[in-house]
């Protein structure tokens, strides 16, 4: 009777945990693919999610009008049903996962909450179809919290995002995701949008570096760390009509914006007039948060629509980066001005607005200023970007235009300002820009001419800077929030092996908007379509004259000028992926004394499973606030 007793009471058992409990250790099944089972096994009454957990949500189609949070301060893996890709060299969705679990999201909601912190489990998202349906929806929002030793780790993988052009922003601009503070991988995903629609994958941050200060400001008082880690990677990704990034909103509000860094690598893009490939804004528009602080695109593929031309495809408001291996076709009738833009807007206005984003014209005390008045009168006339200025000061002409270093003119009754591109003897010529904050004169303005050699967190050439006190807004050090430039050491932008079928960028691979960013000192770049080295002398000479170049080590210059580089393409052992595609670079520190200075992380991915165990992050520094 025991016996019989006991048989029962495990077929009860058995009926009762069908759908809902462990398959294994840790890992639970929900029940369908609806929101309320799948929420069941995170949140009860089924299962209450632990960190290492993984949720299983089985095959089906289900509308999902509210999402789920799960539990702060864990790592858990919510997986789809179907097959994940882990072939690296296999770029787009699995069949099998687009064929499996399909969530069809409607209304103003965010699927997925999630707040991991340092040491936790890998956050993992794959194996799905998320399908926008209407409202403000959000995909994800993913907000880390770091140490001094790291950021948490997220995997995102083999996601198909389907009809996300139209959504609305959803308080996160053209985002589907948002995510702050992470470290990790998104790759093998699929994103479709629509050509004329802005459409970014992810607004990507890292505001509290290392665990340090918000707004991003602690990111930009370390190093690059180039080669580490220490990024959110994008990786073997298919994009329709749609890019990687930008940083217009966050996971968790303007404290948690700023200061982001992300590598996108071996991706296929196939685009429209609108979109770029990996974009952010800088220090100058969004309030208190920094701008994106570095950045690594390599190997990526790019495809421009027939009959138009290409955004750049590298669209950096900010920061400094390593922009290489890249392919970009054109089908007949199409084009692109330029590959990578080094662009920043307080050179033309004050595009946010405050304080703290005041045009960089000499003026503001965050920019590196010389701290001289060179004239003060007023503006008697304005003819399109030439304005005439008062008495008769018997300029030289050109005499405020130095490349690398302009004037600019600082209006001082609208306290607002804009960089000089010529001068006569009384007239002054400007680089005005549109939209919000753009300098616009007017006769009898009291004006000042005025320089700043480098404006704080620019485009192209600085790198690590001062660690502003976070609780200051504006940005300012000390208890007081003193105001003090933020004195950014020199990190060129380095460009090169990029590679450009049918058309030729026609104003050059990289291009600035500000004469304060010049080539072979803020950024270094190859010629369009330059072939490998034949010699240590053709093409690439070790000169200034390019001032990059690839080919074999034994090719490479025996001679070289300070601060230009060399790919050395059969040094190091990164890339893991089979393709046998190696190299470092090799920088130029003194005159004809090449160093070693960047070799890419593990590719794939560890995360992916599809690589040897990660790499240690290389160059963490911490800096107590």
């Known amino acids: ?115 991991p912190e340092y040491g936790n489990s890998t956050t993992r998202l794959s194996c799905m179809v998320w399908s926008y349906s209407s409202g403000g929806v959000i995909g994800t929002t993913i907000l880390g919290t770091c140490t001094s030793s790291g950021c948490p780790n997220l995997r995102m993988d083999n996601i198909t995002f389907s009809n996300w052009a139209n959504h609305s922003s959803g308080g996160i601009s053209y985002g589907i995701n948002a995510i702050g503070d992470m470290f990790g991988v998104i790759d093998h995903n699929t994103i479709n949008g629509s050509s004329g629609t802005y459409l970014q994958l992810v607004e990507q941050s890292n505001a509290s570096y290392l665990g340090i200060g918000l707004y991003g400001d602690n990111s930009w008082a370390q190093p690059e760390n180039f080669g580490s880690a220490n990024f959110l990677f994008f990786e073997n990704n298919l994009f329709n009509y749609a890019g990687i990034s930008d940083n217009e909103g966050s996971a968790g509000g303007l404290t948690k914006q700023g200061g982001g860094r992300e590598i996108g690598r071996y991706n296929t893009f196939n685009m429209d007039s609108l979109n770029a490939a990996i974009a952010w804004h800088g220090t100058e528009s969004a309030g208190r948060p920094r701008g994106g602080r570095a950045w690594e695109f390599y190997n990526n593929t790019v495809t421009c629509p027939a009959g138009n031309y290409c955004q750049a495809q590298v669209g950096a408001r900010s920061g400094t980066g390593m922009t290489w291996g890249n392919t970009t076709n054109f089908p007949s009738g199409s084009g692109i001005g330029t590959f990578e833009n080094l662009d920043t807007y307080r050179t033309q206005g004050n595009p946010g607005g405050t304080s703290w984003q005041n045009a960089c014209d000499g003026a503001s005390g965050y920019d590196t200023n010389d701290g001289v008045t060179y004239y003060s009168g007023t503006i008697t006339s304005i003819s399109g970007n030439t304005i005439t200025v008062s008495g008769s000061p018997g300029w030289a002409v050109n005499s405020w235009f130095v490349n690398g270093a302009p004037y600019s003119v600082h209006d001082v009754t609208k306290g607002n ?37 480098a404006c704080i967190d620019q485009a192209g050439g600085r790198g690590k800077g001062v660690l502003y006190n976070s609780s200051c807004s504006p940005a300012g050090t000390g208890g007081g929030c003193t105001v003090v430039p933020g ?93 046998g595609e190696q190299g470092e670079l090799f920088l130029c520190t003194a005159t004809n004394t090449w160093s070693l200075s960047y070799t890419p992380y593990t590719y794939p991915h560890p995360l992916t499973g599809a690589s040897p165990s990660p790499q240690a992050p290389t160059g963490l520094q911490a800096t107590v606030q």
């Open 487 to 579: 004195n950014e050491v020199s990190m060129p932008s380095y460009s090169w092996a990029n590679s450009f079928n049918g058309a030729t960028p026609g104003f050059g691979v990289v291009y600035s908007d500000t004469a304060r960013v010049i080539q072979n000192r803020d950024f270094y770049t190859e010629n369009a379509n330059q072939a490998a080295q034949t010699s240590p002398t053709s093409p690439f000479n070790g000169t200034t004259s390019i001032g990059l170049g690839h080919g074999t080590l034994a090719d490479r210059p025996t001679t070289c000028t300070t601060g230009v580089g060399y790919w050395a393409t059969d040094q190091g052992s990164w890339n893991q992926s089979g393709s």
């Open 1 to 115: 009777m025991k016996q019989l007793a006991s048989s029962i009471f495990s077929v009860l058992i058995f009926l009762v945990c069908a759908n809902t409990c462990a398959l294994a250790q840790n890992s639970y099944n929900a029940a369908s693919c609806k929101q309320s089972d799948v929420n069941a096994v995170i949140n009860g009454p089924t299962h209450n999610a632990v960190d290492g957990d993984t949720i299983n949500i089985p095959a089906g189609n289900c509308t999902w009008t509210s999402g789920i949070t799960v539990p702060a301060h864990i790592g858990i893996t919510i997986i789809g049903n179907g097959t994940p890709y882990s072939d690296p060299n296999t770029t787009g969705a699995s069949p099998s996962c687009e064929n499996g679990t399909t969530l069809t999201l409607s209304g103003t909601f965010t699927a997925f909450v999630v707040a």
């Open 417 to 453: 300002g804009a960089e000089i591109t010529s001068n006569t003897s009384n007239t002054i010529t400007l680089n005005l820009g549109g939209g919000p904050g753009a300098y616009v004169p007017a006769n009898g303005d009291s004006i000042q001419i005025l320089r700043a050699t």
